[in-house]
């Protein structure tokens, strides 16, 4: 691996929280380096400082030392402003909660990235109809006026994908995506992630906390006590795919 | 800066339609807010104009130049209540007047007159000593030199019996002076109005086209008015009030019918009556039961030049004591009056007259009117001005009250902001996460603030306009509403969701993205 063709290039990045007089280190000194088109699954106990590692990733928090190069260019020193800009363009977050809001339409959930694109601004028709695309993508065409009450975990979590995937970005960082869901929908949203980076080369991160999910990915990253203990390629790698139509050929054959 | 572009608005109006029942809450809020601002202010100025049309209405900037001086023969009156105008106009020290120009005859006078006072005896002394024929046209021997005195002859002839000393160049010559608004003249005479088989005896008004401007509460229930190209042709047109012509013609309109006066034919062209309730048109009064045509056709007619008398406003009533000295002024030169010599004319206000009739607690006028002559030039004014004072203070204390509603429904958008904030840390934690920096999402907290006032301004600004109706629809309170009241209104309006949506805003802008997203 060479750093200068990694999509993310972390180098000895360190995070401390100032807690109540006692410092907690939840970053001891993390390097590593992630490449386009990689779907990249952390795990690690809680604690372990896999959250934090996303939200430096996501750019949504700045590492205490060392340096984060997001397409080589060093992002740990950007300002706000800049952050928020790589997170509107370059990064597509999907949560545990799904994180969509509420009384308002899955549709209107979706446009929300393109409302903060300030580089490029987008008619609200062409909004309306780039949201239409991305919930077109998730199966979602026919729930676009729905709410999220009015949708089930699965369905939120697509329109969370939707959403995240809207501006095009580079990565999408998924913080126990499925969590929330049963074995059938996580497989469903697994399949997706397979099929993003499979088709469109989306680099995925995935954090969870439960070894089964993580072996979806190609490639795992074990976090312990804030350090990397482990980091290899996949071998019994599943497939969401299959899995979902032997559990329809089972159905199938049930009946 | 595009803190406040389309978008940034979209937003805000989005999120406010989530909370609809708080959003509408504190909408009312400010609309309660707004709505009195404007209602205290329009009963304010309302009753400041009501205070100005009542002095109006009484005659406080009305100026009526008679021809002929009559002072010689009621210098008496003070106890009386119904008082000539002109003994009280006379009898003090009239400010246009320079006293060092006044001669020892003059000064005698003034001084018997005021010995006289209130004793009938020594007024038919006054009366019948040949010293004290002061008014010229009381001495067939004097001598006038002035050029409206020698139509003097001419005029008799007409019988009109009043004295020949205004014409209406005199009039064109009073239109000229600073302050004021306008001018009518005036030549009054009785006829008899005929229309077929009916007649009436009733008063006849040759004016000005401009009347119906100084008239107050004149309305023209048909027709309208005689135009400035009647006027000037000297056309034989005519207005009938409303009593005449109920008289004349009954339930019919009377506009484009004919009637007669000194056998010569007029064609109706209006009918006038009045919209104020507290003067109804009756016959024998002096503006209804009364017909009016063109100065110029009387005098062309009748072939005259003079006036009877010049009506005069004064565009300002603070004002109308210089107008009078300036109008006694110009006339005395144009009348080419010696310093030695008194007016052939009277200058008077209608105020005392108007004090004497109402609008003003019986009290008061008595006071004013029994106590000091020629009251009514200053301490009228006075009190006009006071009045206006106190309304202004009285609009200032309302509008300041209803600006403490204003603010307290300020602080309610700013506690409703605020709350959101707490209750949206997630909402704002989503938008961070997608690329929201934090001016945009201050720019949306601060815009949902002043679409809440702005909202709450104009519904506001509508809820004042009926309240304000209905205030005087219904409890016949005066109020005015300026273009001005309600644009201040709407721009506090915003300026209070600017004010008190900042902070709020600020709050949320400052959250931590990852507080905000775990935030439960």
């Known amino acids: ?255 | 800066m595009n803190m406040f572009n389309r978008s940034t608005l979209a937003i805000a109006i989005r999120a406010l339609r989530r909370n609809r029942l708080q959003t509408s809450l504190t909408i009312v809020g400010m609309t309660i807010g707004v709505a009195a601002v404007l209602a205290m202010i329009a009963i304010g100025t309302g009753a400041e104009a009501a205070i100005e049309d009542q002095i109006r209405a009484a005659g406080m900037n009305l100026i009526v130049v008679t021809a002929g001086n009559y002072k010689v023969k009621a210098t008496d009156d003070f106890g009386g209540g119904a008082v000539e105008p002109s003994a009280a106009l006379r009898s003090t020290d009239p400010p246009y007047l320079n006293r060092g120009d006044r001669d020892d005859r003059r000064e005698r006078h003034f001084i018997f007159s005021a010995i006289s006072a209130g004793s009938a005896v020594r007024r038919l002394t006054s009366f019948l000593s040949p010293t004290l024929h002061a008014h010229p046209e009381d001495d067939p021997m004097e001598k006038h030199d002035h050029p409206t005195a020698r139509q003097r002859l001419g005029d008799s002839e007409a019988g009109l019996g009043s004295a020949a000393t205004l014409t209406s160049t005199d009039a064109e010559a009073i239109r000229g002076v600073r302050g004021v608004q306008y001018v009518a003249e005036g030549l009054h005479q009785n006829v008899h109005v005929k229309a077929g088989d009916r007649r009436w005896f009733t008063r006849l008004h040759g004016t000005d086209m401009r009347l119906p401007l100084i008239r107050r509460a004149w309305t023209f229930r048909s027709g309208r008015f005689f135009s400035a190209g009647e006027q000037l042709k000297a056309e034989q047109v005519m207005v009938l009030g409303s009593v005449v012509a109920q008289r004349v013609f009954g339930d019919e309109n009377p506009v484009g019918r004919d009637v007669a006066i000194w056998n010569q034919s007029f064609r109706v062209v209006g009918v006038v009556t009045t919209t104020s309730w507290m003067v109804a048109p009756a016959p024998g009064d002096d503006q209804f039961d009364a017909v009016y045509i063109p100065f110029s056709t009387v005098h062309r007619l009748l072939n005259l030049a003079k006036l009877n008398d010049i009506t005069i406003t004064a565009a300002s009533t603070g004002e109308v004591s210089r107008i009078m000295g300036d109008v006694t002024k110009l006339l005395r030169v144009r009348h080419q009056i010696g310093d030695d010599k008194p007016d052939d004319f009277t200058v008077t206000t209608q105020a005392r007259q108007a004090l004497a009739k109402g609008g003003m607690r019986p009290d008061v006028a008595r006071a004013v009117v029994g106590n000091v002559a020629g009251l009514e030039k200053v301490t009228l004014e006075q009190l006009g001005k006071t009045l206006d004072r106190a309304t202004r203070t009285m609009t200032a204390l309302l509008a300041g009250i209803a600006a403490v509603s204003l603010l307290v429904g300020g602080i309610g958008i700013m506690n409703i902001m605020l709350l959101s904030v707490t209750e949206r840390t997630r909402e704002i934690g989503i938008r961070r996460a997608v690329g929201a920096r934090a001016r945009d999402v201050r720019a949306q907290f601060v815009a949902e603030a002043v679409a809440l006032s702005v909202t709450g301004g104009v519904a506001g600004v509508l809820a004042g306009l009926v309240a304000a109706e209905g205030l005087s629809r219904y409890l016949h309170w005066s109020t005015t509403i300026s273009p001005s009241a309600v644009f201040l209104a709407v721009g506090v309006a915003a300026a209070v969701g600017i004010f008190f949506g900042w902070y709020p805003a600020k709050q949320a802008a400052g959250l931590d993205p990852i507080q905000s997203l775990r935030y439960e």
């Open chain 1, 1 to 255: 691996m060479t750093t200068a063709t990694a999509l993310i290039a972390v180098r000895d990045v360190t995070k401390t929280y100032a807690m109540e007089g006692a410092p907690v280190h939840a970053l001891r000194g993390v390097t590593l380096d992630i490449h386009a088109g990689e779907f990249v699954a952390v795990v690690g106990p809680s604690g372990s400082g896999k959250s934090t590692f996303m939200h430096i990733l996501g750019c949504l928090d700045r590492p205490t030392a060392g340096r984060y190069l997001l397409d080589g260019r060093d992002v740990s020193a950007l300002s706000d402003d800049e952050l928020s800009a790589i997170r509107n363009r370059r990064i597509g977050f999907v949560f545990q909660g799904f994180n969509l809001l509420a009384r308002t339409s899955a549709l209107e959930n979706v446009e929300l990235p393109l409302l903060y694109a300030h580089d490029h601004r987008v008619s609200p028709a062409a909004r309306r109809q780039r949201a239409m695309k991305a919930l077109t993508a998730v199966g979602l065409e026919n729930r676009a006026e729905h709410h999220p009450n009015q949708l089930s975990g699965g369905q939120q979590q697509r329109v969370a994908i939707a959403r995240a995937l809207l501006n095009d970005p580079a990565i999408l960082l998924a913080d126990e995506p499925t969590g929330n869901l049963d074995s059938r929908t996580s497989i469903e949203v697994m399949d997706i992630f397979q099929r993003l980076k499979e088709e469109r080369g989306i680099t995925i991160i995935l954090i969870t906390h439960e070894p089964q999910v993580a072996e979806y990915g190609s490639r795992i990253i074990r976090f312990k006590d804030g350090r990397v203990v482990a980091d290899q390629p996949n071998a019994s790698r599943r497939a969401a795919a299959e899995e979902l139509a032997a559990v329809a050929l089972g159905s199938a054959e049930e009946t």
